[in-house]
């Protein structure tokens, strides 16, 4: 039975490891959000796009219904969250150059870039080639390389690895 852990581990660590937002240079490229309708609000400093939202930034992509972001006072993102109403919200990244490429849905995927924290909420559904993860709940600390998949009372998580990942 400690096997069943230890495999949860392996596979989110191995769909997860490399994620520190895709490509070392994906944050580096310019970020280009279209959605239906924005609001700027500059006393705020909360962004909201609603309707069809797409977000590009280099090979990471996001689609949502809606994405609510807000930035510091030097106009740097401090939060992005996405909401899937109609659809889940979608994240695809390439998270190295020889990987392949990492599909995120869920209701509500958040991202926190000053603490590089990802949080993927309700419908959970993560894969990277045949590996995979359905569950309620996952929260990823990418600068502390840390997967925590909390207790749900929604239901248990069902993980698939591929034994070909399993290999060294």
Partial sequence: MSLLPNLFFILLFYM?????VALPNDGEQPMKIVADASLFNYKTR?????GNVKVDQGTTHLLADKLVTEKNEHHKIISAIAYG???LAELTTLPSVNAKILH????IIKFYPPTSILVLEDNVVVTQGENSF????IIYNMKEEIVSAP???NGRATIVIDA????S
Avoid: V
Avoid at 16 to 20: A, D, E, H, R
Avoid at 46 to 50: S, W
Avoid at 104 to 107: D, E, L, R, V
């Fill in 16 to 20: 997860f490891c490399q994620y520190t």
């Fill in 46 to 50: 909360i962004d909201t796009y609603e």
């Fill in 85 to 87: 109403t109609h659809h």
């Fill in 104 to 107: 995120a849905k869920s209701n």
């Fill in 134 to 137: 359905h569950g309620s709940l």
């Fill in 151 to 153: 207790a749900s009372k």
């Fill in 164 to 167: 070909k990942t399993q290999k």
